[in-house]
């Protein structure tokens, strides 16, 4: 198993940055595939960006593609977003999630996740 603690959220204004961090406990992160998300308040989680274990595969959907950067350290077990470029449609709760096989978009085959970090973008 990994437990995942995301942090890094905040306010911000529009076109500014953050970087979120996605901290895993356990000697095998480098096994598990990892994911972002974010929901909205009345709205679906959203895929954000994934990334394969070794870090040289990533995948962002649209709506972020250029602006965001996933990336990770396994030797810090740790998993980032760099988000540029923030727009007021960016706000949500960003959750972190792994799983050992599953790496893609559909967030009901991770099988652990984080809390949970806000992130809320002011126009």
């Known amino acids: 198993q990994v437990q995942l603690v995301e942090s890094g959220g905040g306010l911000v204004q529009a076109g500014d940055s953050l970087r979120l961090s996605c901290a895993a406990s356990g000697r095998t992160f480098s096994r598990y595939t990892v994911g972002w998300f974010r929901q909205a308040p009345g709205k679906e989680r959203e895929f954000v960006a994934a990334i394969n274990r070794s870090g040289d595969n990533t995948y962002y959907p649209d709506s972020v593609k250029g602006r965001f950067t996933i990336s990770r350290d396994n030797a810090k077990n740790t998993v980032y977003l760099q988000m540029n470029s923030l727009k007021p449609e960016d706000t949500a709760v960003y959750y972190c999630?792994?799983?050992?096989?599953?790496?893609?978009?559909?967030?009901?085959?991770?099988?652990?996740w984080g809390q949970g970090t806000q992130v809320t973008v002011s126009s």
């Open positions: 999630a792994a799983d050992r096989i599953f790496l893609g978009s559909d967030h009901y085959q991770y099988a652990y």
